[in-house]
């Protein structure tokens, strides 16, 4: 098995009510069974999810982080780690400085999840492939240092593959390995896309068609706070 990363490069730069599906059809040359992982950047340029923040106030940007939060967990100096509506623990509840116009900040999308379904259903209309679709963002780990990227949203394709009652190598049963796909893809998409070469999609080809499927991030990868040890 092997596994292809395509970096679409040229997209114009995106603004609200942009057609993302359509762009991505007129720049990407795509194939049925392909995975098209698009940075949560631009979705929030086309989604109108970017924010004028107050340069002159030292707070402003913390003032909006704590408005996109539902609970903050902890704080430290200009840090904070919050829970965002979507259910995503993460640093300063995903709004981001980076690549936006300076005196702007990009909101995390309302449903990264139906984002994804909406792309997908105008690659299919305009290009007749049938594609899955991962929205994909940067996050920090709690014991690890860097940052990788993972999936916020997606469409087409399971979250999980759930190993549980398959086998290892050795015959030995496996009973608890449940393995994030989504997560795995987004964070090989980020290798050719980077954080400044101007590559918002990519496109992962060759990944196993069984992975294909119903399921969302929301639904399949936010642990649920009854089986989360940490809280």
Known sequence: MSVEIIGIAGLPEVGPGDDLGGLICQRA???????????????????????????????GHKALVERESVRVLRRRGDLIISETQHGFVCANAGVDLSNVAEGHAALLPRDPD???????????????????????????????????????????ISPILDLRGTTDAL??????????IVDEIAAAADLVMGKARNVPVAVVRGV????????????????????????
């Not at 795509?30 to 989604?47: F, I, N, R």
């Not at 294909?212 to 399949?220: A, D, I, L, P, W």
């Open 171 to 180: 015959g030995r049963e496996l009973e608890v390995t449940e393995v994030a």
């Open 29 to 59: 040359e795509l194939e049925d069974g392909d995975v098209v992982v698009v940075t949560q950047k631009v979705v929030s340029k086309a989604e109108g999810r970017v924010v004028p923040i107050d340069t002159d106030d030292p707070r």
């Open 208 to 231: 196993d068609r069984a992975w294909f499927g119903e399921g969302t991030v929301r639904s399949g990868l936010v642990r649920h706070p009854s089986e989360d040890l940490f809280r």
């Open 114 to 156: 139906r984002t994804a379904r909406r792309i997908r259903d105008r690659i299919r209309a305009g290009a007749g492939v049938d594609v899955a679709v991962i929205v994909s963002d940067t996050f920090g780990r709690p014991w690890r240092c860097g940052v990788t990227d993972v999936a916020i949203g997606s469409a087409g």
